[in-house]
């Protein structure tokens, strides 16, 4: 049995994707950036395929809201906008790493976001409205142990983060974590 999977007892068995790749990550234009924003070698991005059919869970029971800043502009975006993955990835790679190079312009954050979500979340045509629907799962995942947090890091931090996208049609499951600190420079 793989490791995460609990088989017969109910949960689900995982098996490691390695020929699965997130051509977002490894495109010279993103590596670039994610050079600049102190992200290269520290951001991953993993595929899993899983046993059995998937049944959701709330979104809110997984989603972490966003820190509160004391800005009069914070309100620009409501709740429901602050807890959806799009917007979760567009902060986090918007905030980088500890070394990080902020942007003079908002487009290459734009970009890199909708790339690395395409890459992640599946989508498909509804057939009686015609209209695209998201069919992936996003969760946030924080694991912890009777030291406190274990995964993705045992240091908190904001930038920190671990987002599990789950395909219930494919079942596939991807990881894209991203541990806070210095990024690959070279």
Not at 101 to 117: A, C, F, H, R, S
Not at 158 to 182: A, M, N, W
Request: glycine residues 6%; aromatic residues 16%; proline residues 3%.
């Amino acid at each position: 049995m793989a490791a995460g999977g609990l088989g017969d007892s109910g949960g689900y068995y995982f098996r490691f994707l390695p020929q699965k790749t997130f051509q977002s990550l490894s495109s010279q234009d993103i590596t670039s950036r994610l050079r600049q924003w102190s992200m290269l070698g520290r951001i991953k991005a993993q595929a899993f395929g899983f046993d059995q059919a998937f049944q959701a869970y709330r979104k809110d029971d997984f989603v972490m809201v966003l820190l509160v800043e004391d800005s009069e502009k914070y309100e620009v975006f409501g709740q429901p906008d602050r807890e959806e993955f799009l917007f979760c990835l567009f902060k986090h790679l918007c905030l980088g790493g500890a070394l990080c190079q902020y942007e003079d312009v908002i487009n290459p954050y734009l970009e890199t976001t909708k790339l690395i979500y395409k890459d992640l979340v599946s989508v498909r045509k509804n057939p009686q409205t015609k209209k695209i629907q998201i069919t992936s799962f996003v969760f946030k995942v924080t694991a912890y142990d009777s030291a406190g947090m274990c995964y993705p890091s045992t240091k908190n931090h904001e930038q920190t983060f671990s987002y599990f996208i789950v395909d219930p049609i494919k079942r596939h499951l991807h990881v894209l974590y991203h541990c806070y600190g210095v990024g690959d420079m070279s």
